[in-house]
Nanobody, 127 residues
Framework: QVQLVESGGGLVQPGGSLRLSCAAS????????MGWYRQAPGQQRELVAT???????NYADSVKGRFTISRDNTKNTVYLQMNSLKPEDTAVYYC?????????????????????WGQGTQVTVSS
């Protein structure tokens, strides 16, 4: 029903920059929150940055001042601009969306709120 497609990962040297994109598609009625998480080898998945429907943002302390999350509501797309990258930023980055889907036509339309994950994109920071 819903797909999250990520792009933009890769290999970058310390101090470099990358921009991740995540586009949501499918029977989307509204998006409550959308953002990025990451998981390094042997570590738990952690929040990087998120956007709420009200427009507020939330960042992990470790990325504040270096990463910027933005969005294009017309495209159901969220971006993560990552600057001053460090080796400890190396991880698989996952897009996440908590959204409402609408299936069917009124008056039988059904709305469902669910959490979705993208397939992940690898970010490697190394010299």
């Amino acid at each position: 029903q819903v797909q999250l497609v990520e792009s933009g990962g890769g290999l970058v040297q310390p101090g470099g920059s990358l921009r991740l994109s995540c586009a949501a598609s499918g029977s989307i009625f509204s998006i409550n929150t959308m953002g990025w998480y990451r998981q390094a080898p042997g570590q738990q998945r952690e929040l990087v940055a998120t956007f709420t429907s009200g427009g507020s943002t939330n960042y992990a302390d470790s990325v504040k001042g270096r990463f910027t999350i933005s969005r294009d509501n017309t495209k159901n797309t969220v971006y993560l601009q990552m600057n001053s990258l460090k080796p400890e930023d190396t991880a698989v980055y996952y897009c996440n969306a908590y959204l409402v889907t609408a299936v069917g036509d009124p008056p039988r339309r059904t709305y469902t709120t669910s959490n979705y994950w993208g397939q992940g994109t690898q970010v490697t920071v190394s010299s």
